[in-house]
């Protein structure tokens, strides 16, 4: 998920927000502030009502925010790196950069989300029933009884077991205890996914036509949303199968043709492109520490009057984005991290020079291959 800005660090991991989070703010706050409030707590100003809706939904994106960072928190304590943050139309994703050692840090890490959300949920009670007995039952209880309700359903929603969802993961490391079999676990959590996205579109479009309008749809679509993300979960649980075992000095292509940062795209593309063999272009300063690289795609996307005052440099992805690796890394372990800047390839560095590169078709290659060694031995992934 793409963050359209940034909000910032907490707990040193970046915060984003991608736009379709508006979408689903504004539904949140126009239905509290022009239905629920109104019906349910009569005689009060519009603007007393509006302020009551977009207060509550800021609180509720506060806690959304508050059970991924969470999620980052404990991934972090148990050596998992977490690229950011970002809450969008289905609420908050983080982007864990690998995948938990052990059943039980998967456990912890799921678990911690939905745990957070519970508590407050159950502080927003707590402080709801107290102002509900000091004023008597207004407007200020009703959004923090909202709050509260909002946020236990958040923390039930989340632990149903069925992938993505935390309670997906959650069955994953209890399958993945019991049987030894990771990926195992991950499609069986997977499958569950598919199950409930079925489940959620069929009650969706039933309730639709019993009249519930937006709520019946916005079901479905998130029945949708499951059935898609389970599908690719099961395919990279499959990928990681297949390639478990591998290294990175396995699939690299070693010692790659490098060129100079200073060299133009007039030079580049005149005298060298006819006798390059790949699709990437890795830049070194001597020494061959890498510090670019160069895609053809976006050689070819300099006009050809400018690519005399072109330099390579200028059409590179920057230093800190790209992927470098070390060979005797497993290649699951890298597969996170590939960016989008160099169209997933990574860079292989020994010393800070560079030594390989790996490229997308070498990463499927490598699954091939994984996936015949599995059947040849009728090997199943551990
Ligand atoms: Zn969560």
């Given at each position: 998920m793409r963050a359209s800005f940034r909000l910032g660090r907490i707990a040193g991991v970046p915060i984003g927000v991608n736009w379709s989070v508006l979408v689903i703010f504004v539904l949140i706050a126009w239905a509290l502030s022009a239905s629920l409030f109104p019906r349910s707590y009569?005689?009060?100003s519009t603007f007393a009502y509006v302020v009551a809706g977009l207060a509550a939904a800021v609180v509720f994106f506060l806690g959304l925010l508050a059970h991924e960072v969470a999620h980052a928190v404990i991934a972090k304590r148990n050596g998992i790196e977490v690229g950011s943050i970002t809450l969008w139309l289905f609420g908050g994703v983080s982007e864990l950069k690998g995948e938990a050692r052990d059943p039980g840090a998967e456990l912890r890490i799921a678990g911690i989300g939905p745990l957070v959300s519970l508590l407050i949920g159950i502080f927003f009670g707590v402080i709801a029933l107290l102002a509900s007995l000091a004023t008597g039952r207004g407007l200020l209880v009703g959004a923090l009884s909202w709050l509260a309700g909002i946020n236990v359903l958040l923390a039930i929603f989340n632990v149903l077991p069925a992938a993505p969802l935390d309670g997906g993961r959650l069955l994953r490391a209890v399958v993945w205890r019991a049987t030894g079999d990771r990926t195992k676990a991950s499609v069986v959590a997977a499958r569950a996914g598919w199950g409930l996205g079925i489940v959620l579109i069929a009650v969706g479009i039933w309730q639709f036509f019993r009249g519930a309008g937006v709520g019946g749809l916005w079901l479905a679509l998130i029945g949708w949303f499951l059935i898609g993300a389970a599908g690719a979960e099961e395919r990279q649980a499959r990928m990681g199968s297949a390639l478990r075992g591998v290294r990175v000095a396995d699939v690299m292509t070693p010692q790659p043709q490098t060129a100079s940062k200073d060299m133009t795209v007039a030079d580049f593309v005149d005298h060298h492109l006819f006798a390059y063999r790949h699709s990437a272009l890795p830049l070194t300063e001597?020494?061959?520490?890498?510090?670019g690289l160069v895609t053809l795609d976006r050689v070819r996307g300099i006009p050809a009057d400018q690519r005399g005052s072109t330099t390579l440099a200028e059409v590179s992805c920057r230093a800190g984005e790209l992927v470098l690796a070390s060979p005797d890394e497993q290649l699951t372990d890298l597969l996170p991290r590939l960016s989008e800047c160099a169209d997933g390839r990574a860079l292989v560095v020994t010393d800070q020079r560079l030594v390989g590169i790996v490229s997308p078709s070498d990463i499927s290659r490598a699954v091939q291959r994984g996936g015949m060694r599995q059947q040849m031995t009728g090997g199943r992934g551990s």
């Amino acid at each position: 998920m793409r963050a359209s800005f940034r909000l910032g660090r907490i707990a040193g991991v970046p915060i984003g927000v991608n736009w379709s989070v508006l979408v689903i703010f504004v539904l949140i706050a126009w239905a509290l502030s022009a239905s629920l409030f109104p019906r349910s707590y009569p005689g009060h100003s519009t603007f007393a009502y509006v302020v009551a809706g977009l207060a509550a939904a800021v609180v509720f994106f506060l806690g959304l925010l508050a059970h991924e960072v969470a999620h980052a928190v404990i991934a972090k304590r148990n050596g998992i790196e977490v690229g950011s943050i970002t809450l969008w139309l289905f609420g908050g994703v983080s982007e864990l950069k690998g995948e938990a050692r052990d059943p039980g840090a998967e456990l912890r890490i799921a678990g911690i989300g939905p745990l957070v959300s519970l508590l407050i949920g159950i502080f927003f009670g707590v402080i709801a029933l107290l102002a509900s007995l000091a004023t008597g039952r207004g407007l200020l209880v009703g959004a923090l009884s909202w709050l509260a309700g909002i946020n236990v359903l958040l923390a039930i929603f989340n632990v149903l077991p069925a992938a993505p969802l935390d309670g997906g993961r959650l069955l994953r490391a209890v399958v993945w205890r019991a049987t030894g079999d990771r990926t195992k676990a991950s499609v069986v959590a997977a499958r569950a996914g598919w199950g409930l996205g079925i489940v959620l579109i069929a009650v969706g479009i039933w309730q639709f036509f019993r009249g519930a309008g937006v709520g019946g749809l916005w079901l479905a679509l998130i029945g949708w949303f499951l059935i898609g993300a389970a599908g690719a979960e099961e395919r990279q649980a499959r990928m990681g199968s297949a390639l478990r075992g591998v290294r990175v000095a396995d699939v690299m292509t070693p010692q790659p043709q490098t060129a100079s940062k200073d060299m133009t795209v007039a030079d580049f593309v005149d005298h060298h492109l006819f006798a390059y063999r790949h699709s990437a272009l890795p830049l070194t300063e001597d020494g061959g520490r890498p510090i670019g690289l160069v895609t053809l795609d976006r050689v070819r996307g300099i006009p050809a009057d400018q690519r005399g005052s072109t330099t390579l440099a200028e059409v590179s992805c920057r230093a800190g984005e790209l992927v470098l690796a070390s060979p005797d890394e497993q290649l699951t372990d890298l597969l996170p991290r590939l960016s989008e800047c160099a169209d997933g390839r990574a860079l292989v560095v020994t010393d800070q020079r560079l030594v390989g590169i790996v490229s997308p078709s070498d990463i499927s290659r490598a699954v091939q291959r994984g996936g015949m060694r599995q059947q040849m031995t009728g090997g199943r992934g551990s």
